[in-house]
């Protein structure tokens, strides 16, 4: 499987992105919860929002709740997040993975490689 992110870029406070993960050779996409994780610059990896098999159940992190959006086409192994009213702090890179439950119900990765993520940065 392989996990491949883009749609990151170089953006001004308040705007807007759209990542999109596409999850290679991953036969049973559907079957899985999708999750966005980010790492800022010096910092750790952190939860952003993850999304049950059907597309129907979504959690987010307190900061990303009313700018973030997660959603997924399980015809196209993608998962998207789209990011708006960007902030400085949100600079990171984003990367995608999936897992058997939601990550704030204790679910973890189930690959071991998250790809070479996205990086989004926000700058004016």
């Known amino acids: 499987v392989q996990l491949q992110a883009s749609g990151g870029g170089l953006v001004q406070p308040g705007g807007s992105l759209r990542l999109s993960c596409v999850a290679s050779g991953f036969t049973l996409f559907s079957d899985y919860w999708m999750y966005w994780v980010r790492q800022a610059p010096g910092k750790e990896l952190e939860r952003v929002s993850d999304?049950?098999?059907?597309?129907?159940?979504?959690f987010y992190e307190d900061y990303a709740k009313g700018r973030f959006t997660i959603s997924r086409d399980n015809d196209k192994n993608t998962v998207y997040l789209q990011l708006n009213d960007l902030k400085p702090e949100d600079t990171a890179l984003y990367y995608c993975?999936?897992?058997?439950?939601?990550?704030?119900?204790?679910?973890?990765?189930?690959?071991?490689?998250w790809g070479q993520g996205t990086l989004v940065t926000v700058s004016s």
């Open positions: 999304i049950s098999s059907g597309g129907l159940v979504t």
């Open positions: 993975n999936a897992g058997r439950g939601s990550m704030w119900w204790g679910g973890r990765p189930e690959f071991d490689s």
